[in-house]
T-cell receptor, first 113, second 111 residues
Framework: DGGITQSPKYLFRKEGQNVTLSCEQN?????MYWYRQDPGQGLRLIYY???????QKGDIAEGYSVSREKKESFPLTVTSAQKNPTAFYLC????????????FGPGTRLLVL | QKEVEQDPGPLSVPEGAIVSLNCTYS??????FMWYRQYSRKGPELLMY????GNKEDGRFTAQVDKSSKYISLFIRDSQPSDSATYLC???????????FGTGTRLQVFP
C-alpha cells in the first residue's frame, strides 16, 4: 500500500530537550511538507522540500529544523528553542507537478511534560 | 483579515440532511481549491479538488467555486453519521508551492 507514515503517534518532550518526528512516504513524491495544527488555527506550514538535500522555511520555521537526505524521508526536529511545541504535527507529500494535491500522514501529537 | 475564512461550527444536522460548507477568500490569484476531511486525531484526507470556477461532483459530494465572489462551497447530500468530521478548505495559485488552509468546520451528523 502506498502512503505516508509518521511516528511516533504520541511524543512527550521535557524542558530543554530536542525531539525528532519521523515522516516516510512510498508514493514516489518529490515534495514533502511539515505542518503544525493548533485548535482554531488551521494548518500552518513549518518547512517544505521539493527535492533531496534542499528545503525551504514555511511560515513558522523558528524553533524547528529538518533534513532531506532521502526522497522517502523528511524528519522534523523540534528544538528547545520552540517554546510552545504542544500541537498536532502533520507531514504531507505531493508530486512536484501537482503541488496543490497534498496527501497527509496520520500525524504525531507532541506534548510537553 | 485572514486570506481564507471558514466558519468553525460546529454544524449539527440530522442524518439525511443536505449540508453546505463554505469558505471565503481574499486572494484573487487562487486557482486551485481543495476540500479535506479530517476525522478526530487523524490526518486530513483529500476529498475534492477543483481548478478555477465551476462545479465538480463525486458521489454525494459537490464542490462549487465562484471566483467572482471569492466563495467556495462543499455540499454533502444524504448526510450520514460517518460524515461527522472536520472539513478543511485549502487553496493556492499558479506557480506557488504553498497551500493556504481554512481553520476547518466541524460537522456532526446525528442519527
Amino acid at each position: 500500500d502506498g502512503g505516508i507514515t509518521q511516528s511516533p503517534k504520541y511524543l512527550f518532550r521535557k524542558e530543554g530537550q530536542n525531539v525528532t518526528l519521523s515522516c516516510e512516504q512510498n508514493l514516489n513524491h518529490d515534495a514533502m511538507y511539515w505542518y503544525r495544527q493548533d485548535p482554531g488555527q488551521g494548518l500552518r506550514l513549518i518547512y517544505y522540500s521539493q527535492i533531496v538535500n534542499d528545503f525551504q522555511k514555511g511560515d513558522i520555521a523558528e524553533g524547528y529544523s529538518v533534513s532531506r537526505e532521502k526522497k522517502e524521508s523528511f524528519p522534523l526536529t523540534v528544538t528547545s528553542a520552540q517554546k510552545n511545541p504542544t500541537a498536532f504535527y502533520l507531514c504531507a507529500s505531493s508530486s512536484v507537478s501537482t503541488p496543490e494535491t497534498q496527501y497527509f500522514g496520520p500525524g504525531t501529537r507532541l506534548l510537553v511534560l | 483579515q485572514k486570506e481564507v475564512e471558514q466558519d468553525p461550527g460546529p454544524l449539527s444536522v440530522p442524518e439525511g440532511a443536505i449540508v453546505s460548507l463554505n469558505c471565503t477568500y481574499s486572494n484573487s490569484a487562487f486557482q486551485y481549491f481543495m476540500w479535506y476531511r479530517q476525522y478526530s486525531r487523524k490526518g486530513p484526507e483529500l476529498l475534492m479538488y477543483t481548478y478555477s470556477s465551476g462545479n465538480k461532483e463525486d458521489g454525494r459530494f459537490t464542490a462549487q467555486v465562484d471566483k467572482s465572489s471569492k466563495y467556495i462551497s462543499l455540499f454533502i447530500r444524504d448526510s450520514q453519521p460517518s460524515d461527522s468530521a472536520t472539513y478543511l478548505c485549502a487553496m493556492t495559485g499558479d506557480n506557488t508551492d504553498k497551500l493556504i488552509f481554512g481553520t476547518g468546520t466541524r460537522l456532526q451528523v446525528f442519527p
